[in-house]
């Protein structure tokens, strides 16, 4: 993907355009809601030129993202439809009914009456659900209702690998359009990344740096300062040119600034390929068949 700027969007399958780099709001501390200060922050993202920002229920920051689009909106930094919002059902509202609740809930939280992208946070699996298919397209269905009656202009999935997507697909009327995955060097989470581009399901990165470790690489920082430019830019420039939406975080707001000063430069063949095939150097690392199953 040749990228030309922040305000570049991404067209999904249904035509609808998501911006190219978003802002993610995956808190430090689990279970703390956060407080002004992250509302100050985000609306500081905002004014930045971020326009994708990515919440979750278990993030415990809807409410925050609400406060700092509604202030963003009320001081005429930003117009909501130059907004893209999204956020994600938590495994204990998965199913039908629960999903359309959950759903309220998490629009009530946000203040809003339209949401721009819902996402299945992560899948029903085999090894904690024998009807594990079941309980994914039924939460589907819910999903496909409330698309279908407008008020989400977009859905997907996170977490999901390709036979989770596959069984998906299979039974439902709608393929979803993005898959939220962990992506970053020394991770490349290539055969979920081909399956998806493959199937016309755009990638969103989160964790773009793993859990921190990579920005210490030593390899990384040599190939950042061939470019002027901080190992986060790299990873972040490294997915863009993959075609990958990148969701970095950060609450510095000289990070949040630099984060978004990628589109001045791009990575060598050379250099695309040393990070494609990066062994592993730090990260979450997660696999959602084997992963804990959250109640």
Known sequence: MKTTGLNERISLKNGVEMPILGYGTMPAAWGVEPGEDFVRTLEFAISNGYRNIDTAV???????????IKHSV??????????????????????????????DASMERLGMDYLDLYLIHTPAV?????????????????????????RIRAIGVSNFLPHHLQALMDKAEITPMVNQIEVHPGFNSAETVRFCQENGIVIEAWGPFGNGQILSNEKLQSIAALYEKSV??????????????????????????????IFDFELSEADMKFLDDMPSCGGFCV???NAPEDE
């Not at 986060?232 to 984060?259: D, F, M, T």
Request: hydrophobic share 35%; with cysteine; aromatic share 12%.
């Open 126 to 150: 085999e090894r904690w659900h024998e009807d594990w298919r079941e309980i994914n397209l039924s939460t589907w269905r819910a999903f496909e209702r409330l698309y279908n009656d407008g």
């Open 58 to 68: 278990v993030y415990n920051t809807e409410k925050a993202v609400g406060k700092a």
């Open 287 to 289: 696999d959602a068949d």
């Open 232 to 261: 986060a830019q790299i990873c972040l420039r490294w997915l863009l040119q993959k075609g990958i939406v990148p969701l970095p975080k950060s609450c510095n707001e000289k990070r949040i600034v630099e984060n978004t000063q």
């Open 74 to 103: 009320e001081a005429n930094v930003v117009r909501r439809e130059d907004l893209f919002i999204s956020t994600k059902l938590w495994n204990t509202d998965r199913g039908y009914d629960r999903t359309l609740k959950a759903f």
